[in-house]
């Protein structure tokens, strides 16, 4: 009923777009355009997207390709040595461009294309790149729907199943169908638009920070707009202005030369697992914060901020239940404060074997992979300094390769540290203009004022933007928060979709 009435007003209400949209113009043409979209979302979640495999992005390359010059969009490829990236670009009608406003601004927006490996025994469905419409039942299990259901009937609660449903195909098919409805309901492009395109995002964009230089002109733009990773926990309209960074660390601390009997060898031969787990407890006290002098130098959490972390509306019980825990860590005052300060994460451990592969042995060596969440006061070569300074401390001889017969021969306590993957965090202040700008654009879309979240704990990788092309950027999530991305059983639910499609046109429109 409620999609018959609005469609019903949108008869009366799209004519023609002098001034912006107002939310119940913007609802009606979202609600006009949705069903015809569903087709494409459907095809584009079809085409794998594992950027670790060879030949699989090409044909999502040529996908977007066609699916943006079909919107009037001349399209580029960016060429690296794996994967290109994609950069789509229109003008501002003529009709906006010399309006008294003068030169019309320009938006760069950023999205990328890539999805996390999938394990397919693991998905409930045939096919993680198959998408699959399903609906929950009151036992809480999901059940499959037919996809044409989507052309009769709407309940915002079902949810589309696939890799990359959420992480970041979704945004973008909602970019696509708006472009689409403004073009048919010939609503003026009122901005320059650039669409950049990432192909190895999931892989740590190893080649952004080169092909953002090497395009620095035609990227040039007045503020980033980011798509990508979830909305505040209560699933309102969202805007974040800021994302931890992040690097990662490989211990491997090493016992004997192979793993050796227990029985002959247990109360002489070091154990290599048991050190590994007395530095790492060593780490962190029982509240949970990192216990390395000067881990947290630098953060300061002044009154201002303060207020602005308290302001959004948390429920501690909430996250607790949705987590599956009783008591959180103490590092700050609540669920915001904590993501403010760099965090020191054990994210893998590894050593001998377990369960029905167990075997009495000391084993020759235990690895531990940590990531370090990073915020803007913390450089990751100061807290990886940091890490080795307290393993030194601890009486270790730190190396950067296996160690030798000599160095087993001549040092009681050896460990290997290898740094990995680094991706830098950003900040934007709350409050500029395209602050302003971007929230009353979502307060016609919605009807009312987003949730603004200063930092948020995912990483992007859009540092070099912000640092070759001087510019602000704001992050404007779209899809569920609970949509289980880099995980079995990724999904997005309809009414963010929908919803999502009013975010762009609100923007795009303002």
């Excluded at 919107?71 to 003529?94: H, W």
């Excluded at 970019?175 to 892989?203: C, F, G, H, W």
């Excluded at 235990?366 to 969440?373: F, G, S, T």
Aim: glycine share 8%; net charge neutral.
């Amino acid at each position: 009923m409620k999609h018959t009435l609005l469609l019903l007003i949108s008869l009366v209400v799209l004519p023609a777009f002098a001034q912006s949209p107002n939310t119940a113009q913007l609802q009606a043409i979202t609600q006009k355009h949705d069903r015809a979209s569903y087709a494409d979302l459907n095809e584009f979640l079809s085409i794998p997207n594992d950027a670790h495999i060879n030949g699989q992005m090409q044909p999502n390359v040529e996908w977007l390709r066609r699916a943006f010059e079909q919107r009037g969009f001349n399209v580029a490829t960016l060429p690296t040595p794996t994967n290109p990236l994609i950069l789509a670009e229109k003008m501002a009608s003529v009709a906006t461009a010399n309006n008294a406003a003068g030169t019309p601004k320009t938006l760069l927006l950023y999205m990328h294309f890539d999805g996390q490996p999938v394990r397919p025994n693991q998905w409930q469905q045939p096919d993680p790149y198959k998408p699959v419409l399903k609906q929950r039942g009151s036992d809480g299990n999901w059940t499959a729907m037919d996809w044409a259901k989507l052309q009769t009937d709407y309940n915002p609660e079902w949810r589309i199943f696939g890799r990359s449903s959420s992480d970041d195909k979704g945004p973008i098919a909602m970019l696509l169908t708006a472009l689409t409805a403004m073009e048919q309901e010939k609503i003026p492009q009122r901005y320059n638009l650039k669409v950049i395109l990432d192909s190895e995002e999931e892989i740590g964009s190893p080649h952004l920070a080169k092909t953002v230089l090497e395009n620095k002109d035609k990227l040039k733009a007045d503020v980033l707009l980011v798509m990508d990773g979830g909305r505040h926990l209560s699933n309102l309209p969202t805007l974040i202005y800021g994302c931890r960074g992040i690097a990662t660390v490989t211990l491997t601390t090493f016992g004997p030369r192979g793993p050796q009997h227990s029985g002959h060898y247990g109360n002489y031969a070091p154990n290599p697992a048991l050190r590994m787990a007395q530095l790492l407890a060593g780490m962190k006290d029982e509240e949970g914060r990192v216990t390395i002098p000067g881990y947290y130098d630098g953060v300061k959490i002044d009154e201002k901020a303060a207020r602005l972390l308290a302001a959004v509306p948390d429920d501690p019980a909430q996250i607790a239940k949705t987590v599956g825990m009783t008591t959180p860590d103490r590092v700050g005052r609540n669920y915001q404060e904590a993501l403010q300060y760099p965090s020191l994460n054990i994210r893998g451990l590894s050593s001998a074997y377990v369960g029905q592969q167990a075997g009495t042995v000391i084993p020759d060596r235990a690895i531990a992979e940590l990531d370090l969440r990073l915020v803007p006061e913390t450089a990751p070569e100061r807290l990886i300094s940091l890490i080795r300074g307290y393993i030194e401390g601890k009486g270790y001889k730190v190396l950067d390769h296996e160690p030798t017969e000599d160095e087993r021969m001549k040092f009681p306590k050896l460990i290997q540290m290898q740094a990995g993957h680094e991706m830098l965090p950003f900040r934007t202040d709350i409050g500029i203009q395209e602050d302003i700008w971007l929230t009353r654009a979502m307060v016609r879309a919605f009807g009312r004022e987003p949730i603004k979240i200063r930092m948020t704990g995912g990483s992007v990788p859009i540092v070099p933007f912000l640092r070759t092309l001087n510019i602000p950027a704001i992050h404007v999530p779209m899809v569920n928060l609970d949509n289980n991305q880099h995980a079995p059983n990724e999904n997005l639910r309809l009414g963010n979709y929908v919803e999502g499609v009013m975010t762009w046109l609100g923007i795009l429109t303002n």
